[in-house]
C-alpha cells in the first residue's frame, strides 16, 4: 500500500519530536537537578529556563491548532525567560505537558490537513510549514538542552554517556547498524 507525501511528512515529524522530546530527556536524566537550574552567564538560559519557554511555545502554537492563530492573546512570551520551575518534578511536569500538547494536535491530523492554511503571528502557513517551523524550533531549544546537560556533567568528568555516536566509534558504530544491532536514532 502506498503512502500519501502528506502522511509520510506527518508520520516524519511525529517521528522527529519523538527524537527530539528523547534526546532532550536522556540530557536530563544525566545531571544533578541542581545543574538544571544553573546558567553559564547572566545572558544564557539554563535548562530550566529552556523547557519553561519551550512548553509555553507548545501551549501556543498547538493548542487548537487549526482554528486559533498559534500566538495565543495569553501567553506572555518574555515571562517564559524568568521564574523557572523550582524543581526537577516541576520541570519535567511542564516539559511533558507541552510535548502532550503538541502530540495531541499532530497525530489526529490527516493527509488533507497538510495543505490547510494555520497562522502564527498573523501570517499564514501551510500545516505542512507549521509543523517545519516548530520542528527546527524545538531541535534549536533541544541542542541548547543538550550542550548544557554536557557542560554540567563535565563538572565530574566520567558522568557523560553519549547521546549520539561517541567520539573514536564511528566506525563501529556503522558496523554495529549493518549488522543489526544497533538503530539509528
Not at 545543574?35 to 553559564?40: I, N, Q, T
Not at 497525530?107 to 517545519?132: G, K
Request: glycine letters at 6%; proline letters at 5%; charged letters at 25%.
Amino acid at each position: 500500500m502506498d503512502i500519501s507525501p502528506g502522511t509520510a511528512f506527518l508520520d516524519e515529524a511525529l517521528r522527529s519530536f519523538r527524537q527530539y522530546k528523547d534526546l532532550g530527556e536522556r540530557a536530563m536524566a544525566q545531571i544533578t537537578p541542581e545543574a538544571c537550574f544553573r546558567s553559564l552567564d547572566d545572558d544564557t538560559n539554563s535548562i530550566a529556563v529552556t523547557v519553561k519557554h519551550m512548553a509555553g511555545n507548545m501551549r501556543s502554537r498547538w493548542t487548537d491548532f487549526l482554528t486559533t492563530d498559534g500566538e495565543k492573546p495569553d501567553r506572555y512570551r518574555d515571562t517564559e525567560f524568568e521564574t523557572p520551575p523550582q524543581s526537577r518534578a516541576e520541570l519535567l511536569d511542564l516539559w511533558e505537558q507541552g510535548w502532550k500538547i503538541l502530540f495531541g494536535a499532530l497525530e489526529p491530523l490527516t493527509e488533507s490537513d497538510m495543505s490547510r492554511t494555520v497562522l502564527i503571528r498573523t501570517e499564514p502557513h501551510s500545516v505542512l510549514q507549521a509543523i517545519n517551523r516548530q520542528i527546527a524550533h524545538y531541535s534549536y531549544h533541544v541542542g541548547q538542552i543538550v550542550f548544557l546537560a554536557k557542560h554540567a556533567a563535565a563538572q565530574s568528568p566520567g558522568n557523560w554517556t553519549s547521546l549520539t555516536v561517541p567520539r573514536g566509534r564511528s566506525q563501529q558504530f556503522t558496523a554495529d547498524v549493518a549488522a543489526g544491532k544497533l538503530a539509528q536514532r
